[in-house]
């Protein structure tokens, strides 16, 4: 007997390939019916016998298109209708969006095949995708998608690549960023002045291979924004381009030409591996140990024992690849600090300094984005994203909200980003960056009315952070102003660990969990600079339990720049002749007066970190974000908790003293103590402390937020220390350093506030 059924499929459904999978899938059942996209996801009506569209339905669910990702979907039967066969109809739009965006997707092995196959029609086209890759976030409009929701419109497809796109055999059957050389997008090769160069169109990949392997800097336009490259083994290049950029050591990414050359250069693990074949395909930060290629590692990652490295990830870099028998840096085409370009004009204007030629197309960017960037810990293997952006950006996969209102979180300040939940998903912008910078300041604003023109709806409540400077801050004041909207201010360490307890789904298990929230800085309830925080979490309420013990906050943002700073307000008498070789006596007496009269006083780990890598001569001055603290870690290739000495314990309150910690250490290296052991004790200290208050609050359950547990040598010694006693949560979809406020943000608003 004929029947009918409607079936709703959400998730990230859109832009995978979701639409023909299921018309080949229908045809193979025999069933007629519709399938199309709609603001919830996909939807599809069948007729046939009861049996064959169960069937149906089980496979799709069980086994459904490669890139996609089934949130919920339903099955419901309703009046009998009569379709004459299967058809894929074009998107129907009546509501607001209420679905998961699509990121984007690293070129398939099919997709690489047919660009590298001399007698495929594609052979050579930079910019072939199918169903289960290519760009998307990067090149839409809007939802749902659709063709003419993207920048790809403006390009119309030529008989061939129609006729793939309506033959269901076709692996671009409805592929809608379907193109080709013959109607599709075009690459121009440039130099400074503007001037074509003169060389067939098949030759470009070879002429860049060349140029680099010259040692030219090239600007090229990838899909999701420009990337400034070089020959990474050329020692002149790669400082010309560090002096150019003003970036005179923070470590540049590493494109590999293949898996094969970069495994054969580095010991890369299955963790690893993973990563760097994922569809998202972010830059993995792998040890430098056991280096086996030719490049000079101490020009490419100063003083670091890790190097950031990546394969290509889409048409572009898989052609240049092809080409290149070397590793080449590829990082953000942007100056020091600004939000990376993707407008060919604007990158003549502002990389003409940097680079000696560029690689332009005519396909628009939508939504630049920077490489997403992980690091694996090496006992644990323990993944912490240190950036989410391209691949990741803009859904979030986590648990299901309640929710009737739609807020928006502008979240922090260094590394921006912005989250918002209009309907039944969270979405949470890419890395924005440093809101101090004019134009990341434009980006972070257009983010959010872009995100507020997607979903069509303006928000009803507004969070910010409780610092009362921050950009993201004040942007949010004068939008709750403009809509007469609510505000509601989220002190920054209480976001942090309310982020955490997000995404392990904490909030209503009856525990009380433990909060430890380290970073560099963040507004304190009490006006002074938190960021050694310990909270107790219950039933809705966040209390501060405890905090590193007080010290100078000194010269407002330079103490940040300069880890000396730290040293000099942490140190005690002893230390005087440590500061007598970085400070002038004029600067001395200038510091201790300014440090009687001030009132502004911190608790951050951040600045310990400084001060540690300072009293060890390790770093004086951050020439970027957090490198004293990075170079600390770098120095601990491996350690023993056995060896380990703690430098304090706390005291029966709850306190930490700070300063005896430091005096302690500071001992230790007096007496002889290697750095790398002063490090691992440091290390080992922090971790110790941390249980200390566990124990002492009497909790078992411990949730670490902050841009300290970016540190994977400290987050190593934690799990070896909980064993099975205590139980440990970090940030596992985001970052655990500022990108996660605005997050954070809205599971404080949803879950900490009486509304
Ligand atoms: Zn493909
Ligand atoms: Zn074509």
């Known amino acids: 007997m004929l029947k009918t059924y409607k079936i709703v499929i959400t998730g990230q459904v859109q832009g995978v390939g979701f639409r023909p999978f299921v018309y080949v899938l229908a045809e193979q059942f025999n069933l007629k019916g519709t399938v199309s996209n709609n603001e919830e996801g996909v939807i599809i009506y069948v007729s046939g016998s009861k049996n064959n569209i169960l069937s149906f339905y089980n496979s799709l669910i069980d086994n459904p298109p490669k ?90 497809m030529c008989e061939d690549c129609k006729n793939e796109y309506t ?41 860049i291979a060349t140029l680099l392997k010259d040692g030219k800097i090239i600007a090229i336009k990838n899909t999701s924004g420009y990337l400034l490259c070089c020959d990474a083994s050329n020692k002149l290049v790669v400082q010309k381009l560090r002096s150019k950029k003003n970036r005179p050591h923070k470590p540049f990414a590493i494109l590999y030409p293949s898996l094969k050359l970069l495994k054969k250069h580095l010991d890369v ?6 990563a760097l074949t994922s569809t998202e395909r972010p830059i993995v930060i792998i040890s430098k140990t056991n280096f086996k290629g030719n490049l000079d590692l101490e020009d490419l990652a100063p003083n670091l024992n890790q190097l950031g490295v990546m394969l290509p990830y889409s048409g572009i870099l898989q052609l240049l690849a092809a080409e290149l028998t070397i590793p080449i840096v590829a990082t953000s085409g942007n100056l020091h600090g600004s939000p990376i370009i993707s407008n060919n004009e604007e990158s003549e204007d502002v990389l003409q300094h940097i680079a000696d030629y560029f690689l332009h197309h005519n396909l628009k960017i939508i939504n630049p984005q920077d490489d997403s960037v992980v690091k694996f810990s090496t006992t644990f293997n323990h993944e912490v994203l240190f950036r989410r952006s391209r691949g990741y950006a803009p859904n979030y996969f986590g648990v299901n909200l309640p929710n009737n209102n739609k807020i928006m979180a502008m979240g922090s300040h260094l590394k921006s980003t912005i989250a918002y939940l209009p309907n039944d998903y969270l979405y949470i912008s890419q890395y924005l960056g440093n ?15 872009k995100f507020i023109n997607l979903f069509e709806q303006k928000p009803d409540v507004l969070l910010v952070d409780k610092h009362p400077t921050y950009q993201s801050t004040l942007f949010g004041i004068e939008l709750s102003k403009k809509w007469q909207t609510r505000l509601y201010k989220i002190q920054h360490h209480k976001a942090h660990f309310t982020s955490v307890l997000g995404e392990h789904n904490l909030f209503n298990t009856g525990d009380s969990i433990l909060g430890v929230i380290w970073d560099g800085t963040g507004y304190g309830d009490d006006d002074n600079i938190w960021g050694g925080e310990f909270f107790n979490y219950q039933s809705k309420k966040i209390e501060r339990i405890s905090h590193f013990e007080y010290f100078d906050w000194l010269a407002g943002d330079k103490m940040a720049k300069e880890p000396k700073l730290s040293l000099l307000s942490l140190a005690n008498d002893n230390m005087q002749s440590v500061l007598k070789d970085k400070f002038s006596k004029e600067e001395i007496s200038i510091y201790q007066s300014l440090k009687k009269q001030n009132r502004l006083k911190t608790s951050s780990v951040g600045r310990l970190f400084d001060a540690v890598a300072s009293i060890l001569n390790i770093c004086d001055i951050n020439t970027y974000e957090g490198e004293a603290a990075i170079l600390l870690e770098n120095r601990i ?4 908790l056995d060896n380990c000495k703690s430098y304090c314990t706390i005291i029966d309150d709850n306190k930490i003293p700070t300063k005896q910690l430091l005096k302690n250490l500071y001992l230790d290296f007096k007496r002889g103590a290697s750095k790398e052991d002063v490090i691992t004790s440091f290390l080992y200290t922090l971790a110790s402390i941390i249980f200390q208050i566990a124990n002492h609050n009497n909790l078992k359950r411990i949730a670490l937020s902050g841009g300290v547990f970016q540190n994977t040598v400290l987050i190593d010694m934690l799990k070896e220390m909980a064993q099975s006693e205590y139980k440990l949560y970090f940030n596992r979809n985001l970052a655990p350093n500022d990108e996660n406020i605005s997050y954070g943000q809205i599971m404080y608003y949803l879950n900490c506030t009486k509304d």
């Open 637 to 640: 290739i491996n350690y023993s």
């Open 269 to 274: 693990n299955t963790n690893q591996q993973k």
């Open 167 to 207: 033959n269901p055999t076709n692996r671009r059957f409805h592929s809608q960023t379907n193109s080709c050389s013959t109607c599709g997008i075009s690459i121009i090769l440039n130099d400074t002045k503007g001037i074509l160069l003169k060389i067939p169109k098949a030759d470009i990949f070879k002429t």
């Open 435 to 449: 809101l101090d910078n004019y134009d990341v300041y434009n980006r972070f604003t257009q983010t959010s009315k």
């Open 67 to 156: 890139v996609s990702k089934i949130n919920n979907h339903s099955l419901q039967e309703i009046e009998v209708k009569r379709f004459d066969d299967f058809q894929i109809i074009p998107s129907q739009k009546n509501s607001k969006l209420n679905l998961q965006l699509t990121p984007d997707f690293a070129i398939c092995e099919d997709c690489k095949d047919d660009i590298s196959d001399s007698k495929n029609r594609r052979y050579l086209y930079p910019f072939t995708t199918c169903v289960n890759c290519g760009p998307r976030w990067a090149i839409t409009n809007t939802f749902p998608f659709e063709r003419n929701h993207t920048s790809i419109n403006e390009f119309e």
